[in-house]
C-alpha cells in the first residue's frame, strides 16, 4: 500500500541570502585583494544564490597571520575553562538558528530539510556542546599530563556535509587551544559563511576563527603555508594524497579522512525489515554523497532473492525531488560535474555487464538528478564494486560463508566503514574483528555521534575525529 503526500515545502523566508559574501578574516568580512569572485548554485534549480570570493594566496596569508597573532596574544593562552564558554555559546547559537541553517544547508547543498534538519544540524551543535566539556579537562584526556595546543590549523573540507564538517574540524581544534583557518568546498561556502557571523555573535575573538572561501588553488595555498602548525582535511583519495606529498618533510601534523567502498553485510539470519532500513540509509541517505556509504551490499546467497524483491519494493517508495519538502527522501545531486561522474560509472557497470535496476520517478525539469540505482549480478572485478561513485547507486554481491563475506568485504583499497546485519552477538564480534574498517556498525549504519571517533584505514585516510580522539590531532603531547 502506497500513500501520496502533498507538498510541504519548509518556508525559504527564514533565510536571507546576501547578492555577495567576502572573505571572514581577523572577525570581519573582507574583500579579497587578490582573488576573484564565483557563484553558489542551488543544485535542485540552478539558480544562483550568491557570488562568493575566492581567496587568492595574499588573502590565504591575510588569514593565516590573524590566527597566528590571536593564537599567540589570547587564545593559546586562555584558561580552558574561559575557551568552553565560547565553544558552549557557539552551541547554543547554532541551536536557536538550527532552522535558519538546516534551509540554507539544504538550498546549498542539495540534501533534503529533513536531513539538515534532525542529522546535520543537530549533531554540528552537540559537537561544539562535546568539546566545550573538554576544553578545561585536555590533562584528563589521556594524552600526558601537560599537553599544549599546536598553533595554526588549516582546515579544508568537503561538500556532502558542510556544517557538520566545520564542526567535526573547528570544535576540538578551539578547545584545546588552537586557532583556524578553515575554507569550505566551492560548491558549498555558504553555510560556513552563516557561521562566521555566529562567531561574531557570540564574541568569539577575532582571528580564532578565518573562512577562506575558494576552489583547489585556495586550498592548496592554505594547506602549503608556511605559518601553518596543523593540516586537517576531508575529501577525495587523490587530493588527500597530494596534501601528504605536499606537507612531506615539514613539521606539519596531518590528518586525512578520505574515500570509501563500504560493505554492508548481511547475513542469513539477519532482520531482514530493518536490514532494508539500513540498506537504504546506508546509500541512499543525503544522495549517497557520504564517504562511509554502504554502497556495496554483500547478502548471504539462501536470502538474496528475498532481500532484493523488498530492496526494489522499499525503493519504490523513495520520494525524489524538492530539497525544501519535508516528504523528501533524495534530494539533488550536488553539482553539474557530480552528476557527470555518477552517470559515466553508471554506464560503465551496464557495459561490464551488471544490470541496472531504478525505480519509475518523475525527476523535475531543472537541477541535477540522477534516480537511486541498484546493480545486480556484479562481481568483485567490476569499476562500480571497486570505485567510489559518491551517488545514490548500490552494488550487489552475494556471498555463502562468513569467511567469504570478510574477503570480499577487505578486497579494497578503502578501509573507512562496514555494517554487519545478524541475530548472533558473537558473529557480529568475530565479523569485526576481521574487517579492515575504521567504523563498523552492527545491525544499523551511518549512526554517528560526537562522542565516538570516525576514521579510516589504507587509502581511506589516517587519524581520528570525534570522541576524546580526535583532540590528539591537535595537541603536542
Known amino acids: 500500500m502506497s500513500f501520496e503526500y502533498a507538498p510541504a515545502p519548509e518556508s525559504r523566508a527564514i533565510v536571507d541570502i546576501k547578492p555577495s559574501h567576502g572573505l571572514f578574516i581577523n572577525g570581519e568580512f573582507v ?14 534549480t540552478e539558480e544562483v544564490l550568491s557570488e562568493v570570493a575566492a581567496a587568492g594566496p595574499h588573502d590565504v596569508d591575510r588569514a593565516v597571520t590573524a590566527a597566528r597573532a590571536a593564537y599567540e596574544k589570547v587564545w593559546g593562552r586562555m584558561p580552558g575553562a574561559t575557551r568552553a564558554k565560547y565553544l558552549y555559546r557557539i552551541a547554543r547559537i547554532i541551536a536557536e538558528r538550527s532552522r535558519e541553517l538546516a534551509v540554507l544547508e539544504s538550498i546549498d547543498n542539495g540534501k533534503p530539510i529533513r536531513e539538515s534538519r534532525d542529522v546535520d544540524i543537530p549533531l554540528a551543535s552537540a559537537h561544539f556542546f562535546y568539546y566545550a ?12 599530563p601537560d599537553p599544549r595546543p599546536l598553533g595554526v590549523a588549516a582546515q579544508v573540507i568537503p561538500w556532502n556535509f558542510p556544517m557538520l564538517m566545520l564542526a567535526w574540524k573547528i570544535a576540538p581544534a578551539l578547545a584545546a587551544g588552537n586557532t583556524v583557518v578553515l575554507k569550505p568546498a566551492e560548491t558549498t561556502p555558504l553555510t560556513a559563511l552563516l557561521f562566521a557571523e555566529i562567531c561574531q555573535q557570540a564574541g ?5 576563527v578565518n573562512i577562506v572561501t575558494g576552489a583547489g588553488e585556495t586550498g592548496r595555498a592554505l594547506v602549503e603555508h608556511q605559518g601553518v602548525d596543523k593540516v586537517a582535511f576531508t575529501g577525495s583519495t587523490e587530493v588527500g594524497r597530494a596534501i601528504a606529498r605536499s606537507v612531506a618533510g615539514t613539521p606539519k601534523r596531518v590528518t586525512l579522512e578520505l574515500g570509501g567502498k563500504a560493505a554492508n553485510i548481511v547475513f542469513e539470519d539477519a532482520p531482514i525489515d530493518q536490514a532494508i532500513e539500513g540498506i ?16 556495496r551490499l554483500l547478502v548471504q546467497e539462501s536470502i538474496a532473492e528475498p532481500v532484493l524483491e523488498a530492496l526494489r519494493r522499499r525503493m519504490s517508495q523513495l520520494r525524489v525531488g524538492d530539497p525544501l519538502d519535508k516528504n523528501t527522501d533524495v534530494g539533488a545531486i550536488n553539482s553539474a560535474a557530480q552528476l557527470e561522474r555518477i552517470r559515466e560509472l553508471s554506464e560503465v557497470g551496464a557495459a561490464e555487464g551488471a544490470e541496472a535496476w531504478s525505480p519509475a520517478c518523475d525527476l523535475p525539469d531543472r537541477g541535477y538528478w540522477f534516480r537511486p540505482t541498484l546493480f545486480t549480478g556484479v562481481s568483485q572485478a567490476h569499476r562500480i564494486a571497486r570505485e567510489e561513485i559518491f551517488g545514490p547507486v548500490l552494488s550487489v554481491l552475494t556471498f555463502r560463508t562468513p569467511a567469504e563475506a570478510v574477503e570480499k568485504a577487505n578486497n579494497t583499497p578503502y578501509g573507512l566503514s ?5 541475530e548472533k552477538g558473537s558473529r557480529i564480534l568475530a565479523i569485526a574483528d576481521q574487517l579492515r574498517a575504521g567504523v563498523v556498525w ?12 570516525f576514521g579510516g584505514y589504507k587509502e581511506s585516510g589516517y587519524g581520528r575525529e570525534g570522541g576524546r580522539h580526535g583532540l590528539e590531532a591537535y595537541l603536542a603531547h
Open 31 to 44: 574583500e579579497p585583494t587578490d582573488g576573484t569572485m564565483f557563484k553558489s548554485v542551488n543544485p535542485a
Open 133 to 144: 566539556g573538554w576544553a578545561d579537562k585536555l590533562e584528563h584526556a589521556g594524552f600526558g
Open 204 to 208: 568569539l575573538p577575532a582571528g580564532v
Open 280 to 295: 537504504v540509509n546506508g546509500i541512499f541517505f543525503n544522495q549517497g554523497h557520504v564517504c562511509c556509504a554502504g554502497s
Open 418 to 422: 562496514a555494517g554487519v546485519w545478524t
Open 442 to 453: 552492527a545491525n544499523t549504519f551511518n549512526k554517528f555521534d560526537p562522542t565516538s571517533p
